[in-house]
């Protein structure tokens, strides 16, 4: 998650708040993620953390900060959410580029299947960004108007986040890298996927964009 990217969130949930359950979906290494993106624990999970609400970090590897370790692609793997009481908001940031597309609308439908009037969904995907394996990356890149035909929700918020760009990475890179990264692309004997990568080079000349969408059931 881009630091400006946690800040629309955070703009969002802030009119949006009321919700004592948040699923985070797919998390990855929580602990890892307050080390190098701070800002993804402070712009969005501390705000529900003062209001009480219960946090779930969920994902198929047994990271660190994991609270449910559960593959989704499962048939029920979302059973734990019949034992939660009182409403529920799911978060799906930067998720669905990392899945297969043929298996975004059986995805979809199980979370959908799981909200109650008036839960929430969260869905955040880059819209303009380089390749990034994870350990795929399909190159889904869908603009808000697209994602919000993927489930009959009543969407209240949509945007494209600008979010900073490569450019603020490369500088920090000392001088070596920074020549290995400008050459890389003159190698020929790589993996496509490699190449694929090189296209950030790119993003030192024009922002990342994220789309960002949020809406009740």
């Given amino acids: 998650m881009r630091f400006e990217e946690s800040l629309k969130i955070q703009s969002i949930l802030k009119k949006h708040s009321a919700f004592k359950n948040i699923i985070n979906l797919g998390s990855g290494n929580v602990e890892q993620l307050k080390k190098t993106k701070p800002w993804v624990s402070k712009n969005v999970f501390d705000l529900f953390k003062k209001q009480k609400a219960k946090i779930l970090h969920v994902d198929a590897e047994n990271f660190p900060g994991v609270d449910i370790v559960q593959d989704l692609s499962e048939p029920n793997s979302l059973a734990f959410c019949d034992s939660l009481k009182g409403s529920k908001l799911f978060i799906l940031a930067n998720v669905l580029e990392h899945i297969p597309k043929k298996a975004h ?11 109650n009037s008036k839960d929430g969904l969260m869905i955040t995907v880059p819209y303009d960004y380089p390749y990034h394996a994870d350990p795929i990356d399909t190159m889904y890149r869908p603009s808000p108007s697209e994602l919000k035909k993927l489930l009959p929700l009543t969407w209240l918020e949509s945007e494209i986040v600008s979010a900073g760009s490569f450019k603020e990475e490369f500088s920090h890179m000392n001088i070596l890298k920074k020549i290995r990264k400008l050459l890389k692309p003159l190698w020929i004997f790589q993996k496509p996927s490699k190449w694929l990568e090189n296209h950030r080079l790119f993003y030192l000349f024009k922002p990342y964009r994220i789309t960002i969408v949020f809406g009740i059931k």
Avoid at 105 to 115: C, D, Q, V
């Fill in 105 to 115: 609308a059986e995805f979809l439908t199980k979370i959908y299947s799981k909200m």
